[in-house]
Nanobody, 133 residues
Framework: EVQLVESGGGLVQAGGSLRLSCTAS????????MGWFRQAPGREREGVGC????????YYSNSVKGRFTISRDNAKNTLYLQMNSLKPEDTAMYYC??????????????????????????WGQGTQVTVSS
């Protein structure tokens, strides 16, 4: 059984930082592209960014580019999202997702990483991030 477990969320003041982790089990992690998504109440899910299966390519949405960094440790089966300079509008539930074929250039356009996640087959339960002003 594939499991993705996010952790690291919490309450932080604007301008602060958090690092989210997503630990995977039940799959060969290094073979999978991994994505981070978020969803705020009353809003559609949006892509934050993704890491290709080898970790050589990362894409970010324009809204987080320059502030968030995605990395992965294949030896630990873990994906990370380092979030700096957090803003109140970053408040959302954050999810990680996995798929063999995701994180391609097809999901990257003038808005940056624009996937809504439909191409991802495995999802975690999410971790809440709240940024106070």
């Amino acid at each position: 059984e594939v499991q993705l477990v996010e952790s690291g969320g919490g309450l932080v003041q604007a301008g602060g930082s958090l690092r989210l982790s997503c630990t995977a089990s039940g799959l060969t992690f290094r073979d999978y592209a991994m994505g981070w998504f978020r969803q705020a109440p009353g809003r559609e899910r949006e892509g934050v960014g993704c890491s290709s299966w080898g970790g050589t390519t990362t894409y970010y949405s324009n809204s987080v580019k320059g502030r968030f960094t995605i990395s992965r440790d294949n030896a630990k089966n873990t994906l990370y999202l380092q979030m700096n300079s957090l803003k109140p509008e970053d408040t959302a539930m954050y999810y990680c997702a996995a798929d063999l074929n995701a994180c391609s250039s097809h999901a990257y356009d003038t808005d940056g990483y624009s996937s809504r996640g439909a191409e991802y087959v495995y999802w975690g339960q999410g971790t809440q991030v709240t940024v106070s002003s």
